[in-house]
């Protein structure tokens, strides 16, 4: 990869903020093309995936905090590779990056669309989408992880069935089930995991990508409805949908790779 001219040095320092599929990848790529780049975990599960690279676990203590690490570590370049819904973490590199002048890419997965045969109900957040389920006795696949469940699990009525990368809820026998598993899913097994837990509706998050897809297709295969959450707002920032691209900003002085995109919900 040609190197580019960044703060004074020819050779990049680079962020990424990770907790993704894309920021993986990402971090494989910047392993076997060198480049010093440091990758950074949230800290929301108890065993990340292992990385290439030199890995910090934890928050940054906000936007004060999060700028005053990158002057220190003398980073030249950050990638929000983050999940979709880690709005807050999204913002603080915004407000970092706009305050140091350091250039800022997101690598951002496209959102779900639906196709024929959904039965989708969006809504704008969780507190929507709790309300969306009906009031009789319901059997949800509750696909959102482990930071939302409070406000779900105070309707007494319903059954929930949680999939979680580790064991770090608890759920009473008669309120629901959990799965321990890491994606990537698939249609068949997803299927046959809605079938087996007779479920009737389904409560996601639109995080796009294809490692969890499978939940949707088995979803339209059962003609079931879901409640599909939209993504948070994040401030505009130049973002892109691909490795390659990224690579490609890395290797323009000019940062002329991304487009700048403001989500709304």
Known sequence: MPMIESQGSAIPRVLVLGGTTEASRLAQALADTQVDAVFSYAGRTESPLPQPLPVRVGGFGGVDGLRAWLREQRISHVVDATHPFAAQMSRNAVGACAATG??????????????????????????????????????????????????????????????LVDASVELPLERGHIVLARGPFTEAGDTALLRQHRITHVVAKNSGGSGAEAKLSAARALGLPVIL????????RSTVGGVDEVLQWLADPHGNTGRATERGV
């Open 102 to 163: 350091i250039p800022l890419l997101a690598l951002e997965r496209p959102a779900w669309q639906a196709q024929a045969g959904d039965h989708w109900q969006p809504v704008p957040d969780m507190d929507s989408a709790v309300r969306a389920l009906p009031e009789a006795p319901a059997r949800v696949f509750l696909a959102i992880g482990r930071q939302h469940l409070a406000p779900f699990l105070a309707q007494p009525q319903h059954w929930f069935l949680l999939r």
């Open 229 to 236: 959450i939209d993504r948070p707002i994040i401030p505009a």
